[in-house]
């Protein structure tokens, strides 16, 4: 994969402002009014709120960017392949392609790319198998790996096995603990941290398991689709565009 | 002035020496309904997308092309996506949404309407096409016809002023096919709306159209009223691969070099050969060879078969026997199950009760390597579904590697099979650049690698023009000299007339007649070739083109020698 | 049936946002017990099959789920036995309890708003936000089934050419799977480019692109949305000053009955049976409607 786009972008840039407004200042605001108001208790609804919140500049950015069909057509179409992927794996709990073929999105195509693909994976895989509390989160964290994935795809070491392998472990991790954020908050809607060491502790076999399919995925599928990808890319002139 | 005016368009594609288009000049008047034709390969789907701007291919490109007499790329944005329709091949990847209404208004939200005005012309479209009974259908649901359909109206709703399609009905059976086509008819005649359509298959729209343009390795070869570019083509020598195209009675008429008016239609046609021929007995020397039995390969017995267990029965009671060395053509409706009469065959559906048999033994107790090497192979209806890599030479390589050979043996079968098909000048293209006619060569050369003593086809014409038909048609022809046994499902009624030794008619989940094809179409009323509906009155017994000519010839010599 | 399905999606959206939202924000016994009922109620009344069929494994959730609190959670003053030296607390078991009707209630909740809150009302109100982005998703709702159907062809057409994921070894069969979903992408993405030039030729990307829906807002649903809102300040007013408060820990608050109690749980019921009211009102119209014929 190699760096598809320069860094002085303005549209960057500007998600970058919109990104810091609504992070830095709408996110402790949320905080203090749930803290103020609910007596710090309900982070199970204050959580929903700042997922997606987090997850609005993304989408403000992209309408932003007028994007092209071409754009958008491939962010749909690895979504779909997450999607069926998904559901072609239903057998093996936890062992899924989805947040390699995000993360390979987001190698070739950038953060933003990567992020949606993400995000676009999580809300059509819930039409599918049914809507619940969890799909905000699911939609954060595969967003944040397309976009994670995207930042790195723009340095060469996505070239390399051993980079792949981390970021699979590291990915799988992430994943989990985002996701064990929610399971422990939506249980009485408090955080405390020995909580979350126990939840994340009996789910190590769902991240080891997420770990390793990322690494099995990403292994066997980031050469072959990035290959794909560049294909595309090429043939179709969606670098000139 | 014209309508759309070409005016000496030359156009060739980046890296590549030769224009594909050479100085191209061509009119179109408002109103007309006009069919451009020509081989695969000849030009004329670059020529038409250089009629819509969006879509025009990257290249040096010469010459203008002036719309209502504005240059194309000076009209505004908005009016050049609007006022000129495109419908391209593939009924699928044309469809955006995944509602029916979605798509109809698709066009319309992004050429800002209001939602009144969108409302109206969604309904208006639904009405016009008859929509009305799936308009709140996912587009996944609807039939290969019905998609093509909606994706006309989906453009109609934007009221285009020139309408341009692209071998619209190539993915179509036949019967949804000749629903577009009188859809088309329709609002060129009722509307007044000026359509260019790009076809190979022309037995319906040849008769219809006001003017045929006819190009041929990127220039225009004939362009008139279809009487005149009939008589035009008398010119054109008899084996050119672009007649095999024309309509069955224009083919005939060409092929006998007549000086009459040109028969356009099967009625017509009948008129023509009244007029000039008178009836008679006629034994073909081509007839199937029946004194020496062939050995059964495969035999199913009484085959039933549904996908889900509380499912309607697909296959009930179907029963086929295949010899060694010939070819049988499995038709009927679409929809009917035949794809998966097929699919029992190859034992990649298991039936839930009957006895599929291969050389005699139980095709349960093969097991699948040894069923799938050597044995028997099947070509599916889709020939990227077997596209792995990325250029058309490691295709081969990646299906030899699989039999355990020394490398010497696997460059030799190689090279065999790339002579046989034709495929040296592919070898180092990435499959999915090929044209559908070579994709399919391709799929069938990486099955044959597979050296099968029975190949099951599936559809191998859809979307292939004559000539590649004919080379499909010598190919199969080798096969059978070689003793394979070969079960093709089809909906081409006359490729399968003309070169198979069987048909067999599947309806309602069986087989539910089966003869020699001869005999097997000249039985048939309706579903019979046009040479046969054509010639019935006079030769009982002609079915294909060919035929006719043969006897038409016969009596022709005897006038002149009598 | 399913009247309230055929309301303006933003009455649908915002009722389960009120709904769930105040259900996950209070744990009051009582306020829980409504809000449970209702969300039976509802998921009897427009998803019952599905429903009962969740109860297989919705029970032995809450068990588990109530079972936790009082093994992690030790306060509480009412103890009555000691594990390994911690106390287990009535408080504690009441709690689980507690928070165990919350979550299958928020459950129910959402199974009743997948019923509603079909793809294109979701995605009707979702492209108002982000219309670019809510168009990724309706195309990618398009392509999960045809990507679906695809892999059954690929997997078909590969197996006739030795590439069976049906059998072999583990290896064998992941190499297999890969191999297909490589076939899949390659296929996906040549033919998607075409699915962009019919965008485009249909004029996608022009300025000031307008949003289409066969949805219309009516009277009905500005009547129903005002009553919501409505319902929801009441409660939330309530909730500031303090009336819906409930405390587990270190023993259970008392449950008092004040007449603006009573009055809240009235607005929280009648606000959560919007829908079912709804269903029953048009029922009944409808039978006077024909009775009157």
């Not at chain 1, 392609?97 to 993360?103: K, L, Q, R």
């Not at chain 3, 924000?25 to 809000?35: K, N």
Request: hydrophobic content about 45%.
């Amino acid at each position: 994969m190699q760096p598809t786009t320069k860094s002085n972008d303005p549209f960057l840039k500007k998600k970058f402002i919109i990104t810091s407004i609504i992070v830095l200042i709408l996110t402790p605001l949320c905080l203090l009014l749930g803290v103020t108001l609910w007596q710090d208790r309900r982070y199970n609804i204050l959580s929903l709120i700042m997922v997606i919140l987090a997850c609005i500049p993304f989408f403000l950015s992209f309408e932003h960017k007028k994007p092209k069909p071409r754009e958008i057509l491939i962010i749909a179409v690895m979504s779909a392949i997450a999607v069926a992927g998904r559901a072609a794996f239903v057998w093996a709990p936890a062992f899924k392609p989805v947040t390699a073929i995000v993360a390979i999105t987001g190698f070739s195509f950038g953060p933003a790319a990567g992020f949606l693909t993400g995000a676009a994976t999580a809300i059509t895989s819930n039409i599918f198998c049914g809507q619940g509390p969890w799909t905000p989160f699911q939609m954060f964290a595969w967003g944040i790996l397309g976009y994670i994935a995207g930042v790195l795809g723009k340095t060469d070491w996505m070239k390399y096995k051993i980079w792949l392998i981390i970021f699979g472990l590291l990915s799988g991790i992430l994943y989990s603990f985002i996701m064990d954020i929610w399971t422990v908050i939506s249980y009485d809607g408090r955080f405390t941290w020995s909580r979350y060491f126990a939840a994340a502790g009996t789910a190590i076999p769902y991240t080891a398991t997420y770990a390793i399919s990322n690494i099995i995925f990403l292994l066997l599928l980031a050469k072959p689709i990035g290959e794909k990808l560049k294909r595309i890319k090429i043939k179709y002139g969606l670098l000139e565009e | 002035m014209a309508f759309i005016d070409i005016q000496q368009l030359t156009f060739s594609y980046p890296q590549m020496e030769q224009p594909v288009l050479h100085h191209i000049d061509l009119s179109i008047e408002e109103g007309e309904f006009v069919v451009l034709c020509g081989v695969s390969g000849c030009g004329k789907s670059t020529l038409v997308k250089h009629l819509k701007r969006e879509i025009t291919p990257h290249g040096d490109a010469t010459g203008s092309v002036l719309y209502n007499g504005t240059l194309l790329n000076e009209l505004s944005d908005k009016i050049a996506a609007s006022e000129i329709g495109f419908v391209m091949q593939s009924p699928e990847n044309q469809i955006v949404t995944d509602k029916v209404w979605h798509e109809l208004a698709f066009g319309l939200e992004n050429l800002g309407f209001n939602t009144m005005t969108i409302r109206r012309r969604v309904a208006e479209m639904a009405n016009f096409f008859g929509i009305q009974t799936w308009f709140r259908k996912n587009t996944m649901e609807l039939s290969g016809g019905q998609k093509q359909i909606l994706n006309l109206a989906a453009i109609m709703a934007m009221q285009p002023k020139l309408l341009i399609l692209d071998e619209p009905t190539s993915q179509l059976d036949p019967i949804a096919a000749s629903e577009f086509i009188a859809t088309l008819h329709k609002l060129n005649k009722e509307l007044g709306l000026t359509i260019l359509l790009v076809e190979h298959r022309l037995e319906e729209v040849y008769p219809i159209a006001d003017r045929v343009v006819i190009m041929d390795k990127g220039a225009i070869i004939c362009n008139g009223t279809p009487k005149e570019v009939a008589k035009a083509l008398q010119h054109v020598d008899q084996h050119h691969p672009m007649l095999g195209g024309l309509p069955t009675p224009l083919r005939i008429h060409h092929a006998l070099k007549s000086q009459t008016n040109a028969p356009l239609t099967i009625r017509d046609g009948r008129q023509w050969l009244t007029n000039n021929f008178k009836a008679q007995e006629w034994q073909s020397k081509k007839i199937y060879d029946r004194s020496f039995e062939k050995k059964t390969v495969l035999s199913v017995k009484n085959a039933w078969f549904r996908y889900e267990k509380d499912g309607l029965d697909v296959l009930r009671g179907f029963s086929i026997d295949v010899n060694q060395g010939e070819v049988i053509s499995i038709l009927g409706g679409n929809g009917t199950g035949k794809t998966t009469a097929l699919g029992v065959m190859s034992g990649i559906l298991k039936a839930y009760r009957g006895k599929i048999m291969i050389d005699g033994k139980p095709l349960r107790k093969i097991s699948n390597h040894e069923l799938y090497h050597q044995c028997l192979a099947v070509l599916p209806q889709n020939p990227q579904t077997l596209f792995v890599t990325k250029s058309v030479i490691s295709e081969l390589q990646s299906t030899v590697e699989t039999q355990n050979l020394t490398k010497e043996e696997e460059n030799l079968q190689i090279q065999t099979i790339v002579r046989k098909l034709n495929l040296e000048s592919l070898l180092e293209r990435h499959p999915y650049d090929l044209s559908g006619g070579e994709q399919q060569k391709v799929a069938l050369a990486k099955v044959l690698l597979l050296k099968p003593r029975i190949l099951l086809l599936d559809e191998p014409t859809k979307g292939m023009d004559a000539a590649s038909k004919t080379v499909l048609a010598t190919l199969l022809e080798q096969l059978k000299e070689e003793g394979v046994a070969i079960v093709m499902v089809t909906h081409d009624i006359e490729f399968s007339a003309s070169h198979s030794d069987r048909c067999a008619l599947f309806f309602d989940g069986l087989i539910v007649s089966s003869d020699e094809t001869r005999t097997f179409y000249s039985g048939n009323h309706f579903y019979t070739t046009a040479a046969h509906r054509m010639s019935r009155h006079l030769f009982s017994n002609a079915i294909t083109c060919e035929d006719v000519i043969e006897q038409c010839n016969q009596q022709q010599n005897r006038m002149i020698h009598s | 049936m399913k009247a309230f399905a055929n309301y303006h999606p933003i009455v649908i959206f915002l009722y389960f946002v009120f709904v769930i939202g105040l259900t996950m924000f209070y744990m009051h016994p009582i306020y829980l017990i409504i809000s449970l009922a209702m969300s039976i109620l509802l998921s009897l009344q427009i998803n019952q099959k599905s429903f009962l069929h969740s109860l297989k494994w919705m029970v032995p959730l809450f068990v588990i789920a109530a079972l936790i609190n009082p093994l992690i959670s030790h306060d509480g003053e009412k103890i009555i036995l000691y594990i390994d030296d911690n106390p287990i607390t009535i408080e504690a078991i009441v709690y689980g309890f507690a928070m165990s009707v919350m979550i299958c209630t928020v459950i129910f909740w959402f199974g009743c708003y997948n019923k509603l809150m079909t793809s294109d009302k979701f995605l009707y109100l979702f492209g108002k936000i982000s219309p670019a982005f809510a168009l990724i998703i309706s195309l990618t709702l398009r392509l999960v089934p045809r990507f679906q159907q695809q892999i059954g062809a690929i997997t078909q057409a590969q197996r006739a050419v030795g590439m069976d994921v049906t059998s072999g070894n583990l290896l064998h069969r992941i190499k297999c799977g890969i191999h297909i979903l490589s076939i899949l992408i390659t296929w996906a993405l040549e033919n998607a480019i075409e699915t962009a030039d019919s965008m485009k030729a249909r004029g996608y990307g022009l300025p000031k692109r307008s949003t289409f829906s066969l949805f219309s807002f009516e009277k009905r649903d500005a009547l129903t949305l005002t009553i919501m809102f409505i319902l929801m300040t009441i409660n939330v007013i309530g909730s500031f000053l303090g009336y819906t408060d409930y405390y587990f820990y270190p023993t259970f608050s008392e449950l008092v009955l004040q007449p603006i109690s009573l009055l809240l749980y009235t607005t929280y019921t009648l606000l959560l049976a919007l829908p079912i009211i709804i269903e029953l009102w048009e029922a009944f119209k409808w039978r006077s409607l024909i009775s009157n014929n």
